[in-house]
């Protein structure tokens, strides 16, 4: 079978000419590519130079199609998306000509003419993937749109998270990023894992304030001298044109931050390793991230809000703790809990710390899609 996959992941040309994308959605395609005659990815390529972040294709039989790099907020790109329409739906429809099925991943902004035309004008096998929070209560007017279109399909959607309202076409289906051998070495550090003097946290993604990391330097700033002597170090991997304004105001702290900005995959993996807990009190319009699954597979576990599906995956203390109020002060509620944890209640939370990992691995996700959706 041949797949299409559209999407708008960013990718990059290196300086040997070789192309290379973000890291999670290549990761997922690598691992699917085995399973299909070829897999073509359409997707955006910039011109600029590539984070640490991205990966590279390693099966022969991944091909890619550069769209041009669209998308943002500001009148101008949404203009220059309206003028790109025609060329987008003409290298789409050109593929799809070749093609056995194909995934459109939504939200993005191609997506608002995508939807339509695929619905109305392919009949080719497909699905689509919605990787935003399908709950959200206000959300941008493009993804508003998006969403009601899917309500609307015939076609399978993929979504995450449960809902009482969720159509009977969208699927729940965990977006992969944990090979069966990561499950194996998680188990390895859980069962070694100590309630130590010093403990140390993680922040993984955009530095950005609705994302939390504001609230994570306020509420380590307003710890009591006896409660910032256990900590360790605060790793904040990321970038976003915050960044400088929060390295700026640490200044001010005697808490061990490190700005590590973007990193590999198996770099992150070391800090989920050698941290306690990993925060996320975001306000941001999440699926289900990512880095709360990696994390907890090693046993560094979650102190996050409760978006979207966050909660019907972490919880609260039982596998990790719900902030609340999404606010500093709601994250130094629970940093002081976790301060005054005993050996016996870390240990029960390190117990069920990977109790949902498993439906986050590659295999378990491939074998959906090949049994649930293509069969």
């Known amino acids: 079978m041949k797949l299409v996959i559209i999407s708008h992941t960013e990718h990059y040309k290196t300086a040997a000419g070789k192309i290379i994308g973000w890291g999670p959605t290549i990761n997922e395609i690598n691992h699917l590519a085995p399973h299909f005659e070829s897999i073509t990815h359409v997707a955006m ?26 998308g943002g907020t500001s009148v101008s790109s949404k203009l220059k998306t309206i003028s790109n329409i025609p060329k987008v739906i003409g290298i789409v429809n050109k593929l799809l000509k070749d ?7 939504t939200p993005t902004g191609i997506g608002v003419f995508l939807i339509p035309y695929l619905t109305l004008f392919s009949k080719k096998k497909g699905w689509y993937k919605y990787a935003g929070n399908w709950s959200q209560k206000n959300p941008p007017l493009g ?16 979504i995450n998270g449960q809902w009482s309202d969720q159509p009977r076409q969208c699927l ?9 051998e990561d499950l194996l070495r998680g188990k390895d550090i859980v069962s070694i894992r100590q309630l130590e ?3 140390n946290f993680c922040y993984v993604g955009r530095l950005e304030t609705p994302k939390g990391v504001g609230r994570i330097i306020e509420a380590f700033m307003s710890l009591s001298k006896s409660e910032q002597s256990r900590v360790g170090q605060v790793h904040l991997i990321g970038d976003g044109n915050e960044k400088t304004h929060f390295e700026e105001i640490v200044k001010q702290s005697d808490i061990d931050f490190r700005f590590r900005g973007y990193l590999p995959r198996s770099e992150v993996f070391d800090v989920y390793k050698k941290s306690q807990f990993l925060l996320m009190p975001t306000s941001a319009s999440e699926g289900f991230p990512k880095v709360i699954a990696e994390a907890s597979n090693f046993g560094c576990l979650p102190v996050v809000s409760s978006v979207s599906a966050i909660a019907q995956y972490v919880k609260h203390r039982e ?13 130094k509620l629970q940093l002081d809990t976790i301060f005054n944890l005993d050996d016996t209640q870390y240990q029960n939370l390190l117990n069920h710390s990977q109790d949902f990992v498993k439906r986050f691995t590659f295999n378990h996700y491939t074998n959906r899609i090949l049994t649930e959706i293509l069969s």
Do not use: M
Request: net charge negative.
């Open 45 to 70: 390529l910039h011109n600029s130079e590539a984070p640490p972040s991205t990966a590279e294709y390693t099966e022969d039989n991944i091909h890619f199609e550069a769209l041009p790099a669209l």
């Open 99 to 105: 093609a056995d099925a194909f995934q459109l991943r």
């Open 143 to 158: 993804y508003r749109l998006q969403r009601w279109l899917l309500k609307k399909q015939s076609r399978l959607v993929t």
């Open 172 to 180: 729940t289906f965990e977006n992969p990023c944990l090979k069966d």
């Open 197 to 199: 003097d010093k403990l």
């Open 319 to 331: 596998n990790g703790f719900i902030v609340s109020p999404i606010s500093a002060e709601g994250l």
